[in-house]
């Protein structure tokens, strides 16, 4: 017999000389020179949004995708995917560990005292509390010190291949070119979330060219290293997804004993005061205005009953609608999915290709003017 060591050798050799036809890798070699080509592709888009030709082949030269993202449509990988973010694989018990939220709290209260005359602009600005635009920034990347550990080109480009929105991809990956295009972020510097979001406060590249906002003064939107810009975009976004100046997103209440958990849900809004008048009292005791009370609300219990309770002033719609919008959609052949009356990220992706079919603004978002649009044809 020969040794291994020959045999290893000699299976590389045929191996060469066959180019392994049929094997995994020659499947894996064809797959990568389909990914060449349709980065290629991308050229006459990016070219039409102003990116020149030596920055589009600067940051694609060589490129690879990521095949080990999560949620992409890969023969093998169940259908669901594999989301790995924290949000949908932890219980919210594991994702709000009052350690982790002290340790957060504590260094919030500390960067408010060296950013507070910046946050008391920016919420005299937008109407958003300096400490709400913290607590992003805390929970996004850890005030800036977690490290974002994707390529973002690779990554975008994967997506937008792969993926399973890729037409959205295929728009923020042109747009992360043009930031690059603009000097405001080198290919180095642009990391991101397997998701594709980048900076201190996490923003899609599309979604920062819609809401960035430059607070220092320079010239430039930088929420990598510009703590003013990324903290000020961050509220400039909440302002323009329907943040209402001087009403609270939520109360935290204490929920009654008998408390019926199946009222937690969208549908079921009441006033504040009547909440209250039902036994959902103040967690810590604060007075409610009268005004306040009057606000309409839903009841948010994340862990069911054995968890904290919100009553949340802002909600998407019913279910309802969300489901009569999905019906629509479905019609339009822009969605194949269950129609369950959540708004999921197919659901989303829909809504954006109707909103720009009948040129409203694209947000993605089951709004009640995507409702009157939908009704009004």
């Not at 510097?189 to 599309?206: E, I, K, M, Y």
Request: charged share 25%; hydrophobic share 40%; proline share 5%.
């Amino acid at each position: 017999m020969r040794a291994p060591g020959r045999r290893s050798a000699l299976r590389a050799l045929v191996c060469g000389i066959l180019i392994c036809v049929g094997t995994p890798a020659a499947r894996v070699a064809a797959a990568d020179a389909g990914f060449t080509n349709f980065v290629a592709s991308l050229w006459p888009d990016a070219q039409k949004a102003g990116v020149s030709r030596k920055t589009f082949d600067d940051a694609t030269r060589s490129l690879e995708p990521d095949y080990k993202l999560p949620d992409l449509l890969l023969p093998g990988r169940p259908a669901t995917g594999a989301p790995s973010q924290a949000e949908f694989v932890q219980v919210p018990a594991d994702y709000l560990k009052e350690a982790s939220i002290a340790r957060l709290a504590a260094e919030g209260r500390r960067l408010y005292d060296r950013h507070r005359s910046t946050l008391q602009k920016i919420e005299q600005q937008t109407g958003v509390p300096g400490t709400i635009i913290l607590a992003i920034w805390g929970r996004e990347t850890d005030y800036g010190r977690h490290r974002l550990p994707y390529d973002g080109i690779r990554t975008l480009a994967t997506q937008a291949y792969v993926g399973r929105r890729k037409e959205q991809y295929r728009g923020e990956f042109i747009a992360a070119l043009k930031l690059i295009e603009s000097g405001v972020v080198s290919r180095q510097d642009l990391r991101v979330s397997w998701g594709g979001a980048t900076g201190l406060t996490q923003f899609l590249p599309a979604e920062l060219d819609k809401h960035g906002v430059d607070f220092d003064g320079d010239g430039k939107v930088d929420i990598w290293k510009s703590v003013p810009d990324a903290l000020a975009s961050a509220a400039q976004q909440l302002v323009n997804k329907g943040w209402q100046r001087g009403l609270r997103w939520a109360y935290e209440v204490r929920a009654p004993a008998n408390a019926d958990c199946t009222m937690g849900v969208p549908d079921v809004t009441r006033p504040i005061g009547e909440w209250i008048r039902a036994g959902f009292t103040p967690a810590r005791g604060e007075r409610v205005s009268a005004a306040e009370q009057a606000q309409p609300a839903s009841l948010l219990q994340h862990e069911g009953s054995y968890g904290s309770a919100f009553l949340t002033t802002k909600q998407q719609l019913r279910s309802t609608n969300v489901e009569a919008m999905q019906r629509h959609l479905t019609s339009l052949g822009l969605y194949g999915d269950k129609v369950d009356g959540k708004a999921g990220m197919k659901t989303r992706a829909a809504l954006g290709a109707y909103q720009k079919s009948a040129r409203l603004k694209v947000d993605c978002w089951p709004s009640e003017t995507v409702l009157r649009a939908m009704s009004a044809r």
